[in-house]
């Protein structure tokens, strides 16, 4: 019961700063491997999964509600994201990924340092596409991203938001709002996958959902309220801790 606690704690952590601005896998995946060191890998991540993906979808609907995001051009990114994410757990089973781990921190390195260098950046919600474009740009940060997440995943949301805000133009906060949706979606196929797998342990990522939606209700609700500002402020944050953890992951673990 104390482990099945601390892991609710920290799904409720997680479910908070993933609905700001993704990577709550920074805080939850952990907890999982540190309660139960003994379980297999697969199991906690499929686990995680299980837990994870209800309070993501609940900002995707919570955002959805309240901003304004262009379907037309985002469902196809969103069925393309769930493509990625199967191909990508797939290719998982296939080969090691070793060597994506060990670049992982440079390349969140070089987002954190664009991203202080461009004090404007995501500011201002001004896309820069035609239609069509945006589509089709939409659909190819899905696809890649997506794959990331079912092959590697640590950072996926940041990953999105970071993309939708340099390559579309959107600001941090619509942009955190599109990553929820093609995050719901990289979430489904990796948990399908789990599941087909046996890789799920239900009982404890149902208790894990209940507090990732409260935690994830919490910080849509702080995102909505102070903006895109915010939004930015809490991704500087959230990736530079990402940096510490998967650079101790990849160098000196």
């Known amino acids: ?40 890998p697969a199991s906690l991540m499929g ?26 051009g985002l469902m196809p990114a969103v069925a393309m994201a769930l493509l990625g994410s199967w191909a990508g757990a797939w290719t998982l089973t296939q080969v090691s990924a070793d060597g994506l781990r060990k670049a992982l921190p440079l390349v969140l390195l ?3 340092a664009y991203t202080l260098a461009r004090k404007d950046l995501g500011r201002e919600h001004a896309p820069r596409l035609a239609a069509a474009r945006e589509s089709l740009a939409a659909g190819v940060i899905g696809l890649c991203i997506g794959f990331y997440d079912g092959f590697f995943g640590p950072g996926t949301g940041s990953f999105f938001v970071f ?31 789990f599941a087909w797998k046996g890789h799920v342990w239900w009982q404890v990522a149902a208790v894990l959902a209940v507090t990732n939606v409260a935690g994830s209700l919490l910080g849509t609700r702080m995102a909505l309220r102070h903006g895109a500002g915010f939004v930015r402020g809490v991704f500087i944050l959230v990736v530079s801790a990402l940096i510490l953890k998967t650079g101790y992951d990849a160098f000196l673990r």
Request: net charge positive; proline share 3%; charged share 10%.
């Open 110 to 112: 070089a987002i954190l």
């Open 1 to 40: 019961m104390l482990d099945l606690l601390v892991v609710a704690a920290a799904s409720g952590l997680a479910g908070f700063v993933d609905a700001i601005v993704g990577g709550g896998g920074l805080v939850l995946v952990p907890a999982l491997f540190a309660t139960y060191p003994g379980a297999p």
């Open 47 to 72: 686990t995680n999964k299980g837990g994870a993906i209800w309070g993501t979808a609940w900002a995707a609907r919570q955002f959805a509600r309240r901003v304004s995001l262009n379907w037309r």
């Open 163 to 193: 993309l939708f805000v340099r390559i579309l133009g959107y600001d941090f906060l619509h942009a955190s709002a599109a990553a929820k949706l093609l995050n719901t979606a990289t979430n489904g196929a990796a948990l399908l996958l």
